[in-house]
């Protein structure tokens, strides 16, 4: 009898197989990163974009907006199983089906404490999800909007100020309206950023 692995819960096309491995071979790939992260970029069907708000007592970059994801954990069968996993976390949504890779980019964090730096990279995919109500961990995230490409550029949804972690962060909601106004996949390249972390 063979050993076969149940299906992923989830569609994703064949340009995403290179995703379909667990940390620990992403790591043996990529000796060069020493943590790995991943974003879910998910458009509403007016075309606008999920974006978190972190929460207030966050030790790291609190009430900044983000898009859903975290770090990739050694118990996740796959990237693409830690993208779906962060994104049902985080925001009780269901990830049904993987449409595309939007970016990329790497930083450093370099640590107050022990002076050890760290070269992280995360890695964000356009995600369909199914129909349902958004449920925010409240230790992690205070509130959620759907934004529109024009408020995204103006920094601004209403009234309400959007105050990223880094250019990355907004640079990278920008390339996913363009793929998604395109159909292609990315072309974009980031640069490196340097965090200080306690």
């Known amino acids: 009898m063979t050993d076969t692995k149940p299906p992923p819960p989830f569609e994703y096309p064949s340009s995403l197989q290179d995703y379909m491995i667990n940390e620990k071979e992403f790591y043996l790939q990529n000796p060069q ?12 069907s007016e075309g606008k974009i999920l974006i978190v708000q972190r929460a207030a007592n966050e030790k790291a970059f609190p009430d900044c907006w983000e898009i859903p994801g975290g770090k990739v954990d050694d118990t996740d069968e796959t990237i693409l199983h830690a993208v779906a996993r962060e994104l049902k976390e985080e925001t009780g949504l269901d990830a049904i089906r993987f449409v595309r890779k939007v970016g990329e980019f790497e930083w450093d964090e370099n640590s107050k404490r022990t002076g050890i730096q760290s070269k992280w990279k995360k890695i964000i995919f356009e995600v369909e999800v199914k129909d349902s109500e958004i449920t925010l961990d409240p230790e ?27 250019p990355d ?28 972390v306690a």
């Open 33 to 44: 990163i020493a943590k790995l992260a991943t974003g879910a970029v998910v458009f509403n």
């Open 169 to 196: 962060n907004k640079s990278i909601k920008l390339e996913a309206f363009r793929l998604k106004r395109e159909g292609t996949e990315s072309r974009l390249q980031m640069p490196e950023q340097v965090f200080q």
């Open 140 to 166: 992690e995230h205070q509130a959620f909007l759907f934004a529109a490409e024009e408020d995204i550029v103006k920094d601004k949804v209403v009234d309400v100020p959007l105050t990223y972690i880094a």
